[in-house]
T-cell receptor, first 109, second 114 residues
């Protein structure tokens, strides 16, 4: 059965800290891995990763994929209170997205 | 462009009642999806439509039916609501099957079944 597992489930940090969110997967016919940010509404797209070892970067956020070990990490440096959200990892196979349960990040001033 | 719109935003049903959740997109996207999100469960795919005229089951289709009315609209129907269907429902669309780089989500419908 295809599955996507995220860890930790929850994380509480102070502003300025750096965090690493993990996503491991077992999915047949892997095509890509995606990260989303979800605040109190619909998920918004962050990154799509298809190749191992190539870092995607957007401001203070970055992500990398390891297709051999079947995992991805999402890094957030110099966290801000606006980074507080649930971060979702999803893996695409042939025609569907399989989501993990998410990591809830809380950033306090 | 409104993007992906969903109605209603909130709904309370009694067990056994039926209702239809509406979803529409104005981006000329081919593929549309219905997900449900429960606390601690992430997003689970209910049904999807890879193109106009086709629909397929996702991970949790039991208790639901869908209709791809045209390219713009994809509705989700609960024929006999059950408390286990209490959830937040998201509709999503992408431009073609496989282009998941930016799947657009609607704002969600919060459904409570008593």
């Amino acid at each position: 059965e295809d599955k996507v597992v995220q860890s930790p489930l929850s994380l509480v940090v102070h502003e300025g800290d750096t965090v690493t969110l993990n996503c491991s997967y077992e999915v047949t016919n892997f095509r890509s891995l995606l990260w989303y940010k979800q605040e109190k509404k619909a998920p918004t797209f962050l990154f799509m990763l298809t190749s191992s070892g190539i870092e995607k970067k957007s401001g203070r956020l970055s992500s990398i994929l390891d297709k051999k070990e079947l995992f991805s990490i999402l890094n957030i440096t110099a966290t801000q209170t606006g980074d507080s959200a649930v971060y979702l990892c999803a893996v695409r196979n042939t025609d569907k997205l399989i989501f993990g349960t998410g990591t809830r990040l809380q950033v306090f001033p | 462009n409104a993007g992906v719109t969903q109605t209603p935003k909130f709904q309370v049903l009694k067990t056994g009642q039926s209702m239809t959740l509406q979803c529409a997109q104005d981006m000329n996207h081919n593929s549309m999806y219905w997900y449900r999100q429960d606390p601690g469960m992430g997003l689970r795919l209910i049904y999807y439509s890879a193109s106009e005229g086709t629909t397929d089951k996702g991970e949790v289709p039991n208790g639901y039916n869908v209709s791809r009315l045209n390219k713009r609209e994809f509705s989700l129907r609960l024929e006999s609501a059950a408390p286990s269907q209490t959830s937040v429902y998201f509709c999503a669309s992408i431009t073609r099957a496989g282009s998941y780089n930016e799947q657009f989500f609607g704002p969600g419908t919060r459904l409570t079944v008593l």
